[in-house]
């Protein structure tokens, strides 16, 4: 069975700029979540969507937002691109119970000069 | 605001030798995971522990809760190099996933022949 994927894997951009994310969760897992790892620091918590609902949101600007679709792909969006936004981006998927915690994908790992 | 602190941060050891590291939380919850990270790749889940004095063991380590203490071990035992990598304890707060998970900063965990 495929995996989380993401895509691209890599991705450079200039300040400023706007990007977009893509993920494709597990075969019937409904729920994504995206984070955000700096470089020596742990994943942060971005956005959860659930059945194409934002069911929780971390403490992130309005520059940053996602989607889910009908297909349960997502994406995330960051607009107005800062130097602190280089990272690599996590996107997770998991079944609605939660409690089976969350498979992550490769992620994609975004510079911005 | 959830904290998740581990330690140590950073740790050199022996084939052969036993260690354990420490995740310390600040809030009541009773989800708590471990993941492992290697350079450059994604998160891959160890274990997921859902009660009080829950103990998981896989190979070589062996994880447990004590939710009263807000704290959580992975003991190495007999660590072989392959077992080299970053680890990362992560706690939900149980809001559903609408908070995401809490990572700790990691331990960095390397392993010398």
């Known amino acids: 069975d495929a995996g989380v994927t993401q895509s691209p894997t890599h991705l450079i951009k200039t300040r400023g700029q706007q990007v977009t994310l893509r993920c494709s969760p597990i075969s019937g897992h409904k729920s994504v979540s995206w984070y955000q790892q700096v470089l020596g620091q742990g994943p942060q918590f971005i956005f959860q969507?659930?059945?194409?609902?934002?069911?929780g949101r971390g403490n992130f600007p309005d520059r940053f937002s996602a989607r889910q679709f009908p297909n349960y792909s997502s994406e995330l969006n960051v607009n107005a691109l800062l130097l602190g936004d280089s990272a690599l981006y996590l996107c997770?998927?998991?079944?609605?119970?939660?409690?089976?915690?969350?498979?992550f994908g490769a992620g994609t790992r975004l510079s911005v000069l | 605001e959830l904290k998740v602190e581990q330690n140590p941060l950073f740790l050199s050891m022996q084939e052969g030798k036993n260690y354990t590291i420490y995740c310390n939380y600040s809030t009541t919850s009773d989800r708590l995971y471990w993941y492992r990270q290697d350079p450059g790749k994604s998160l891959e889940s160890l274990f997921v522990l859902l009660s009080n004095g829950a103990v998981k063991q896989e190979g070589r380590l062996m994880a447990s809760l004590d939710t009263k203490a807000r704290l959580s071990t992975l003991h190495i035992t007999a660590a072989v190099h392959d077992l080299s990598a970053t680890y990362f304890c992560a706690v939900d707060e149980g809001r559903g996933g609408a908070d995401g998970l809490t990572f700790g900063k990691g331990t960095h965990l390397i392993i010398q022949p």
């Open positions: 969507y659930y059945e194409k609902e934002e069911r």
């Open positions: 997770a998927s998991s079944l609605v119970s939660w409690a089976g915690g969350l498979y």
